[in-house]
């Protein structure tokens, strides 16, 4: 409980009531009836403290208690309202725009405008000011009410549709009065402004795009069709959505367009093919913020796939979130990234599930070829017929690993060849961080096989013990001998015929720990 400054504390002094009956005057008094005191239902409210003259004299009739209770429920009552100066009320608008449109808690579809509701948006708002920082969410509502401790408050708001941010707020700065009413209104901004810098950087207006569930199943297709197949193409796109489409066409990205993918949807592909080729240039950019890329394959379609799921022959493909799954191929090389030109950066997100001859997961070949692949990444349960389950890096590509998890994938090659995470054949493989454990290897390098004339340096990370290399030799790590390795900062290349690990290495203050070796 707070302590009341005296000139809010709503008490005032009671002065002493004077007695002016001697004792037996108030003996007869009581004589007279039992009753007396109801004379007048209202006679013990001349002054609202009469009652208190004796910590008893209440008890002389029922109704004087009662005087008593609300006279005391309104002493408190009074201290303690938010006019007492505790706190100030702020009534919040939301959904206000900056153009002074009225409020709105409904979102339309940005691509067509007003009139085409699609659904309640979420609020969820930041406050900063005397408590410190708080959020508060509110859902389908123009205004929200809150209370505050009186002083200056910063607030922003980001608005949602299904999880897929909507429209964000101004920056608002509000001086909240003390046991008052106060309003303020958010201007909201499409969102894409943020989304363009995030991807593509200030001064580009891309195309917005919103797919929800009144587009039909051919839309999306037939949008991006549209806009990516055009020749000698010089614009941005951004698409978002929650919806499940069907891609019945393989989409070639052949001229310089950047294209960004959003939401918690799906792209579905029906045909042989990938389902996105960067080819033609090096202007061309695709970027994927969540939506589900699913491939083909003999249980789940009748009939595997001839390609990878993802092609890269020029350009840029970075992947912060989302998935790359499902595509089997038959007999050829990558189930799900093929990096033959151009570079690939994978920050977060997955790539699961896919099968390919070699490299069941990414295959990263030819010189200036680059795969990148950190933060929260993961490569897991992919499988290669031959080598690389996980990764194949081969003929001068680079795979570079500065984090995430190479994990649960398969390798079934026979001897000497195998790499159940990792299969590196006269390429390079670099890693400074991250972790390779649990892959399985039919014959050597359950985690990583290092082949022919190619190099393994690792300065940091965990290439554990706990991969299997089942027929062969290198539990972590399997190197030729015309392979050449270093670890550590400061370590030693090792240039020594077939020199299995079968125990975990990892880096420590940049000093190399390798039992076993």
């Known amino acids: 409980m707070q302590k009341m400054s005296p000139r809010n504390f709503c008490c005032a002094k009671t002065p002493q009531p004077a007695l002016e009956q001697n004792s037996a005057d108030m003996i007869n008094l009581e004589k007279r009836s039992p009753f007396s005191v109801l004379r007048s239902p209202f006679s013990v409210l001349r002054s609202p403290f009469s009652v208190l003259r004796s910590p008893f004299s209440v008890l002389r009739s029922p109704f004087s208690v009662t005087a008593l209770v609300f006279t005391l429920l309104f002493v408190v009552s009074s201290c303690f309202s938010p006019l007492g100066g505790n706190k100030g009320s702020l009534t919040l608008i939301l959904g206000s725009a900056s153009n002074g449109s009225a409020n709105r808690s409904i979102a339309y579809d940005p691509g067509i405008g007003p009139g085409t509701d699609i659904g309640e948006l979420e609020f969820r708002i930041r406050l900063s000011g005397p408590e410190g920082a708080r959020t508060e969410t509110v859902r389908g509502a123009d205004t929200i009410r809150l209370s505050l401790t009186p002083g200056r408050w910063t607030i922003q708001a980001d608005a949602y549709y299904q999880g897929v941010l909507y429209a964000i707020s101004d920056p608002l700065t509000v001086n909240v009065s003390a046991g008052g009413s106060n309003s303020a ?53 951004i698409v978002e959505g929650t919806q499940h489409i069907i891609l019945s066409n393989s989409l070639t990205i052949a001229s310089y367009v950047a294209l960004s993918l959003r939401g918690s949807g799906t792209l579905k592909l029906a045909t042989n093919g990938s389902m996105f080729k ?12 969540g939506p589900t890329l699913v491939g083909r394959n003999l249980t789940n379609d009748g009939a595997n796939n001839n390609a990878s799921l993802v092609t890269v022959q020029s350009g840029a493909f970075v992947m912060y979130a989302g998935e790359i799954r499902g595509n089997t191929t038959n007999g050829t090389a990558a189930g799900g990234v093929y990096v033959e030109g151009g570079i690939f950066t994978m920050s977060g997100g997955s790539i699961s ?44 590509g680079a795979f570079t690993m500065n984090g995430g998890t190479i994990s649960t994938n398969t390798a079934n090659d026979v001897s000497p060849y195998g790499g159940g995470g990792v299969m590196v054949d006269s390429s390079s493989f670099t890693m400074s961080g991250g972790t390779i454990s649990g892959n399985t290897a039919s014959y050597n390098g359950g985690g990583v096989c290092v082949f022919n004339s190619s190099t393994f340096n690792m300065s940091g990370g965990i290439i554990s013990g706990a991969n299997t290399a089942a027929l062969g030799t290198g539990t972590a790590l399997y190197i030729d001998g015309i392979a050449t390795a270093k670890w550590g900062v400061f370590g030693t290349w090792l240039n020594t015929f077939s020199s299995p690990v079968d125990t975990t290495i990892h880096i420590v203050d940049g000093a190399a720990v390798p039992p076993g070796w």
């Open 185 to 237: 209104a958010l201007q909201m901004q499409p969102a894409t402004k943020v989304l363009n810098e995030e991807d593509f950087g200030p001064g580009v207006t891309p195309e917005y795009r919103y797919f929800s569930a009144s587009d039909t199943p051919t839309a999306l297709h037939d949008y991006l069709v549209s806009k990516i197949g055009v020749p000698n193409g010089n614009y941005a796109v």
């Open 278 to 289: 960067l080819d033609g240039g090096s202007g061309k950019k695709l970027i994927l913020r």
């Open 353 to 396: 599930g896919n099968t390919a001859l070699h490299g069941g997961g990414v295959y990263v070949c030819n010189p200036g070829s680059q795969f990148t692949m950190s933060g929260s990444a993961v490569i897991s349960g992919n499988t290669s017929i031959e080598s690389g389950g996980g990764v194949f890096a081969a003929a001068s």
